[in-house]
Structure formats: structure tokens, C-alpha cells
């Protein structure tokens, strides 16, 4: 792997790092209202680069299909769907604000549960990131490098106000700020590693790279419905997660369009 590829790897992982340093600044209970906007901005962020960086890519690659140049865009993006559907049915995890524990039943305490349920979903945007790179590798696709760096700059944005919503409630719930930036970070560890398995399966068959794209946007975007969503509307009624949904895609967009 280059230099760049590496690079574009880790970044969306320092994000998180960086995020997650945010507990020795603040450390307090997370206000409601910016959980809200930060997890709005969030899924902003994450549905334009599915679409943009992700779904059209995969469109685009299979265009000597002709007008059957979707399948591989829905075949990947149901895929990916599922995959992300039977981890969340069999991880034992928990999510924010609540509770009840989800996956398979075993003796885990609350704050290794909390992480899981952030690592699950920080998956997929490391495949993403993966899928990306992997086509700017292969010579047979238009992605360019500053194409491949707008979406991981994109994710390491939107994974700064993830760092900060897993380290911050983990301060609030006892757990010394060392240990909460270091659980919010590695929370995203798991991104550069899905990266790179991305690439080195793209490397066994190039012809699979637009499956791949697709797959990435279907496990992200059942990251944005079956998560991300729900967390930014529940409570009281406000509107701040739709308006910082805007702003994250609006960003998003602006990245993708202007750097691709």
C-alpha cells in the first residue's frame, strides 16, 4: 500500500481519537439537544457519501451493462443491508440512553457494551473508506485521489462528534477520563482494519470493486435508519437533528462534488 492509501486510512480514525480527547475539556453530561445535532450531522454526513461517494461510483464502474448497470449497485447494497442486520441481531451491544442490552445474551459490563454498539457501526464507514481506496488502486476506475480523500476527510468529520458522544457519557457514568478517551478511540479502531480487508478482497477480484462500493452504502445507510435516526428524534420534540442532517450532507456533498 502507498503512502496515500495508508494515510486515507487512518484518518477517519483519528477523527474519532480526536473526538473522544474531548472528554478532557468538557467531560460532563452531554446536553441532550447537541447529542441530537451532532448524531444528526452524523447521519447527514453518511447518507451523501452512500450516495454520492459510494452508490454512483458503483453505477458508474458498471456501465458497460448498459441499462443493467444497477445491479450490482442494489445487489451490493442489499448485501450489505443484511450483513449489517445480522451483526446488530448476534453483537452484544448497547446503545445511548438506554438499557436494554441487544445481540446474544452474555456477561458483559455496560461500558465494553456502549463501545461495541459504536464499533459495530464504525464498520461500515471503515469498508467505506476501503472500498474508495481500492478503486483508486485499481487502474480500470474513475475515483481520483482527492476523490478518495473527500470521503475520508468526510467520515473523520462526522466521527469527531461520535468520539465525543461514546468518551463523554462514559465520564458522566463514572469512568475516569484516561479510560474514556481510550474506549471512544478504540471504538474506532475497528475502521482502518475493515479498510484494509476491503482492499486486499478488492485485490482478489477487481471485478467485485463495484459490489464492494454498494456494499459499504447499504451497511451505512442501515446504520443511519436503524440507529442514528431514532437517537436524533427521541425525547422531546425538537428539530436540531433534521437541521444538522442537512448541514452534515450539505458538507458531505460540497466535499465529494468539489474534491471528486
Do not use: C
Not at 474531548?22 to 448524531?39: C, D, E, H, I, Y
Amino acid at each position: 500500500m502507498t503512502i496515500n492509501v495508508l494515510l486515507g486510512i487512518i484518518v477517519p480514525f483519528l477523527g474519532t481519537a480526536l473526538g473522544s480527547a474531548l472528554v478532557f475539556l468538557m467531560g460532563g453530561k452531554m446536553n441532550s439537544n447537541l447529542q441530537r445535532a451532532l448524531t444528526g450531522f452524523a447521519a447527514g454526513v453518511m447518507v451523501a457519501a452512500s450516495v454520492w461517494s459510494l452508490l454512483i461510483p458503483s453505477i458508474d464502474q458498471s456501465a458497460h451493462m448498459g441499462k443493467l448497470s444497477f445491479i450490482p449497485a442494489v445487489v451490493g447494497f442489499l448485501l450489505g443491508m443484511i450483513f449489517l442486520l445480522v451483526l446488530d441481531t448476534f453483537t452484544p451491544h448497547m446503545h445511548l440512553n438506554s438499557e436494554q442490552a441487544e445481540g446474544v445474551k452474555v456477561k458483559l459490563d455496560r461500558t465494553t457494551m456502549l463501545v461495541l454498539a459504536v464499533a459495530l457501526h464504525n464498520i461500515p464507514e471503515g469498508m467505506a473508506v476501503g472500498a474508495v481506496f481500492a478503486g483508486l488502486i485499481s487502474d480500470s476506475t474513475e475515483i481520483t485521489l482527492l476523490g478518495a480523500f473527500a470521503l475520508s476527510i468526510g467520515i473523520a468529520i462526522q466521527n469527531f462528534p461520535e468520539g465525543a458522544i461514546i468518551s463523554m457519557p462514559l465520564k458522566a457514568e463514572g469512568v475516569s477520563k484516561g479510560k474514556s478517551f481510550l474506549y471512544g478511540a478504540l471504538s474506532g479502531a475497528v475502521e482502518p482494519l475493515a479498510a484494509i480487508l476491503t482492499i486486499l478482497l478488492s485485490g482478489i477480484m477487481v471485478p467485485v470493486l463495484p459490489y464492494l462500493l454498494s456494499f459499504a452504502a447499504g451497511a451505512m445507510l442501515y446504520v443511519v435508519v436503524e440507529e442514528l435516526i431514532p437517537e436524533m428524534s427521541e425525547g422531546e420534540h425538537s428539530n436540531i437533528g433534521t437541521i444538522f442532517f442537512a448541514v452534515g450532507f450539505s458538507l458531505m456533498m460540497i466535499l465529494d462534488v468539489a474534491l471528486g
